[in-house]
């Protein structure tokens, strides 16, 4: 189911992707090291939904519940960006990401 999970995330299919990653967690103890690495995944997916509040929510709890070193750092750590604001770019501040050859 994760690498399922995984699949569908990178082809941009996040429905799909939570569907995988919650079923994994009914496999997988959260408590555990794949378990955490499965979470981290499930709260990215949880911010490309937009679901924001569901991504926090499940840093926070990795930061405070789990019994790895590594997770709870990590899961600060990309707490830290999505909570960072936002900058705002002008229109003519982007590239448009033409090419020009001679």
Not at 53 to 64: G, P, R, S, T, V
Request: aromatic share 14%; charged share 30%; proline share 5%.
């Amino acid at each position: 189911m994760f690498d399922l999970g995984q699949k569908a995330y990178g082809r941009g299919m996040y429905g799909r992707a939570f569907e995988f990653l919650e079923r994994a967690l009914t496999i997988i103890p959260r408590p555990t090291l794949f378990g955490g690495e499965i979470q981290i995944w499930l709260a990215m997916t949880y911010e490309a939904n937009k679901r924001h509040a569901d991504c926090i929510d499940l840093y926070k709890q990795l930061e405070n519940k789990h019994p790895s070193v590594s997770f709870p750092r990590q899961a600060a750590e990309l707490r830290y960006i999505f909570q960072a604001p936002k900058i705002k770019i002008k229109d003519y501040s982007r590239r448009d990401g033409k090419i020009f050859t001679r």
